[in-house]
């Protein structure tokens, strides 16, 4: 493990976030591998492949006004010889066109493999725990 390697991992996340909050959808997947393995939260919940998840950007990314929010909290990255993985929180929010806000929070975890000295992601996962009501 080098130091160098887990601040480009986390460089490469923090530019994923401030794309994905800043709806740039060109440079959201860019450091993903092209057959990346994506687990959302919404459905179909899985896409198999960066031109799959892109397609449906459109059907769950929810339109806000301004840029919102998508804030990586608690990141923690493990990175070997050519491969990582990173876990933390996604706090996510903004304001809707009808002036109401949300937010939200999910919890995601990344694995990343590193080809000819760059880290792609190679396995996304985002998920949300439902909540039981209690009896």
Not at 38 to 63: F, N
Request: hydrophobic residues 40%; aromatic residues 8%.
């Amino acid at each position: 493990m080098t130091t160098a390697d887990e601040a480009q991992v986390r460089l490469l996340l923090q530019h994923w976030a401030t794309a994905t909050r800043k709806g740039h959808q060109d440079d959201i997947l860019k450091n993903h591998l092209p057959d990346v393995l994506i687990y959302d939260v919404l459905a179909p919940m899985k896409y198999e492949g960066a031109a799959a998840y892109r397609e449906s950007w459109d059907e769950w990314q929810p339109d806000t006004q301004g840029e919102g929010r998508f804030d990586l909290e608690d990141l923690s990255v493990t990175v070997g010889a050519d491969v990582a993985f990173a876990h933390c929180f996604i706090r996510c929010g903004g304001v809707l066109p009808n002036g109401k806000t949300f937010e939200d929070l999910v919890r995601a975890t990344f694995c990343l493999h590193k080809e000819s000295g760059v880290w792609k992601v190679a396995h996304q996962h985002i998920s949300k725990p439902i909540q039981v009501a209690s009896t």
